[in-house]
């Protein structure tokens, strides 16, 4: 059996899974417990199957396993595995009827999300068909690349992890926190820079791919495509959920990029909590 039926299977095994655990326990988020872990899965297939005798191959599966091991701690700290549903599904599904929900938890988080964590996989399989070319200075400049992202995103992982918890600190002391949402560090250049550095690594995965292929056209570019489109989204339906408790927020998107890092402008200055709009 070709390592890409292995990862379609397993793919449908992972769809049929969360799917089931969503009707049998009213928790939406099983899918966000998979992404962290299926792709590791999927690239080692290839690896595997090529014997651990490609450096590409190997390389691709090692760097996505480091992502994989860093996002699953990131997301276990947060009680992601321990019944935390992510915050948005509750108010997408207050905006919905009990059947449309069903529905869009089937065919968008579910099987379209599910696909797209095969899809950003499978440049491994470009490498795989091309294993005759030979691991160069492109292919170190991508692993340095994509663990260059890994460490950024760490540290803004870890900002806001250290913010949200004075902040916690602040509440629990009595105390209006100020201010109520994460705008130093990286945050100062991008409003979701965590977001970009996660979008950046898989379109590097996306360039091993091209790289074993000798071009830059490869249909596995659907995968990066896509899921930059869904940060997108993402990042619009966060950012309304956040405009809705903080006011102070728009003044923080007129200032900030929204995902890719950039100088914050100048002549505006950041509400705190207790300034005047």
């Known amino acids: 059996m070709s390592p890409l039926a292995v990862t379609v299977i397993i793919g449908g095994v992972a769809c049929a899974f969360a799917w089931i655990a969503s009707l049998v326990t009213g928790d939406t988020s099983w899918v966000d417990r998979l992404w962290s872990i299926v792709p590791m899965i999927y690239v080692w297939v290839f690896a595997v199957t090529a014997h651990l005798h490609n450096a590409r191959l190997d390389v691709m599966a ?52 599910n696909a797209l964590l095969v899809l950003i996989s499978l440049p491994a399989w470009t490498a795989y068909q091309h294993r005759g070319t030979s691991f160069g200075v492109l292919d170190v400049l991508l692993t340095l690349a994509f663990l260059a992202c890994t460490f950024a995103e760490t540290v803004a992982d870890q900002q806001q992890w250290d913010f949200q918890a004075r902040k916690s600190a602040q509440v629990a002391a009595g105390q209006v926190p100020t201010p109520r949402f994460v705008q130093t560090g990286l945050f100062r250049f991008s409003r979701h820079p965590n977001y970009f550095f996660e979008i950046a690594q898989w379109w590097l995965i996306f360039f091993f791919g091209a790289v074993a292929a000798r071009s830059v056209v490869e249909w596995t570019v659907l995968g990066p495509f896509l899921l930059t489109l869904l940060f997108i989204g993402s990042t619009r339906f966060t950012e309304k959920i956040s405009l809705s408790h903080y006011p102070e927020y728009a003044l923080y998107q007129r200032t900030t990029s929204p995902v890719v890092p950039w100088r914050t402008r100048r002549g505006v200055v950041t509400v705190q909590v207790g300034d005047r709009l």
Do not use: H
């Open 62 to 113: 090692i760097v996505v396993t480091v992502w994989g091991v860093r996002l699953t701690y990131n997301f276990a700290r947060k009680g992601g595995y321990s019944g935390v549903e992510d915050y948005r599904w509750p108010v997408l599904r207050a905006s919905m009827t009990r059947w449309q929900f069903q529905l869009f938890n089937l065919f968008f988080i579910v099987l379209y999300q």
